[in-house]
Every structure is written in structure tokens, then in C-alpha cells.
């Protein structure tokens, strides 16, 4: 079967740095996603990985290795807007996302 | 640009009782989406469109149905509401379903069916 793994809650503190890991099992491997859910909100994208490396953008970054299943989202200088679920989704051999639980980061001050 | 839009934004169903969930976008996207999401799992995928009058199911399409018309429509119908499709609907575009492209989701439509 197909199975992403993601921790189910972190809390971090404002001003800190935090490392959300995602490992995934899935029929093939076309990309892999993080978007950003507030409660109560949609889904929102963050990044795309495809090529095993690190992909930086501003505060955030994301890494992919592919030979271990594995993917992290690195977020940096946290904000209290950062409060947040963080979904992992794997693009699978038939091009459909199969999505994580989501992480739920709390930040405190 | 609106987006994706949804409506109702919530919805009490009986058991038994149908209702259809609309979705437009207004971005030209060939792609769209219905995924739910239950408390404390990922997003499921109930159906999807490739284009106007091209459908195909998702992994949980029992229960639903959906049509494609037009490039901006994708409504979601169900039939004979069971407590089970108590959920968070979600509708979502693309410009492809390949590559990066990334979805683009509507704010959702809480439904409750006692």
C-alpha cells in the first residue's frame, strides 16, 4: 500500500528553527509537495521537490532524497503566523497526490 | 481573479437527504479536484477532471458522483447522505496534473450528516 508518515504535532519557539520530516511509500515517485493549512483554511503550496537536494525559499526550505524515501521542511526565524499544519503530498505513478495527516506546529513566544 | 470558489461554506444534511457541492474557477485550469479530509488524515481524493467532459475516480468515490460541463464548473453531487460523509470537502485546480504544478484549493465546505 501507500503510506506517508509525518511526526503529528511539534512545537518550536518563535525565532527558532525547526525540521518537519516526511517518509513515504508510494507506487512511484513524480514530486513531491509541502503546502501550508491554517486551521479552518485551505491548503496552500510551499514547495516542489523532484531532484534529490535542497531547495530554498526565503524562510523555508525543503529537501528530497529519494533513495530513502524521506523529505524534510526546514523553517527558519519562525513567526507566530507560522502556527500552522504542514502537508506532505507524494505524486505517485499515476500523477495523483497521496497526502500525509499534516504536522501541526505550535509556536510559542 | 476569484480563484476557486466553493458553496455552501457549511451544510447540515439529514440521513438519506442529497445536495450537491459547488466548484468554480476562474483561472482557465484544465484540472480539477475533489479531495475530504477527516480529522486527523490526509486529504482523499474523490474525483477528478482532466478537461470539459472527462471524469475519473479518486481512491473514495463511493457515494458521489461528479460532472464536468464546462472548464470552469466541477460540482460534486452526493446521494443518499450517510454519517460516514461527514467531512471537510475541498475542491482544487491545475494548470497541468503533471510536474510542479501546484493545486490551488478552494476554502472548503463543512458537512455534517446526522
Known amino acids: 500500500g501507500q503510506n506517508i508518515d509525518q511526526p503529528t504535532e511539534m512545537t518550536a519557539t518563535e525565532g527558532a528553527i525547526v525540521q518537519i520530516n516526511c517518509t513515504y511509500q508510494t507506487s512511484g515517485f513524480n514530486g513531491l509537495f509541502w503546502y501550508q493549512q491554517h486551521a479552518g483554511e485551505a491548503p496552500t503550496f510551499l514547495s516542489y521537490?523532484?531532484l534529490d537536494g535542497l531547495e530554498e525559499k526565503g524562510r523555508f526550505s525543503s529537501f528530497l532524497s529519494r533513495s530513502k524515501g524521506y523529505s524534510y521542511l526546514l523553517l527558519k526565524e519562525l513567526q507566530m503566523k507560522d502556527s500552522a499544519s504542514y502537508l506532505c503530498a507524494v505524486m505517485d505513478s499515476n500523477y495523483q497526490l497521496i497526502w500525509g495527516a499534516g504536522t501541526k506546529l505550535i509556536i510559542k513566544p | 481573479n476569484a480563484g476557486v470558489t466553493q458553496t455552501p461554506k457549511f451544510r447540515i444534511l439529514k440521513i438519506g437527504q442529497s445536495m450537491t457541492l459547488q466548484c468554480a474557477q476562474d483561472m482557465n485550469h484544465n484540472y480539477m479536484y475533489w479531495y475530504r479530509q477527516d480529522p486527523g488524515m490526509g486529504l482523499k481524493l474523490i474525483y477528478y477532471s482532466v478537461g470539459a467532459g472527462i471524469t475519473d475516480k479518486g481512491e473514495v468515490p463511493n457515494g458521489y458522483n461528479v460532472s464536468r460541463s464546462t472548464t470552469e464548473d466541477f460540482p460534486l453531487r452526493l446521494e443518499l447522505a450517510a454519517p460516514s460523509q461527514t467531512s471537510v470537502y475541498f475542491c482544487?485546480?491545475?494548470?497541468?496534473?503533471?510536474?510542479?504544478?501546484?493545486?490551488?484549493f478552494g476554502p472548503g465546505t463543512r458537512l455534517t450528516v446526522t
Open positions: 521537490n523532484v
Open positions: 482544487a485546480s491545475s494548470y497541468s496534473g503533471t510536474g510542479g504544478y501546484e493545486q490551488y
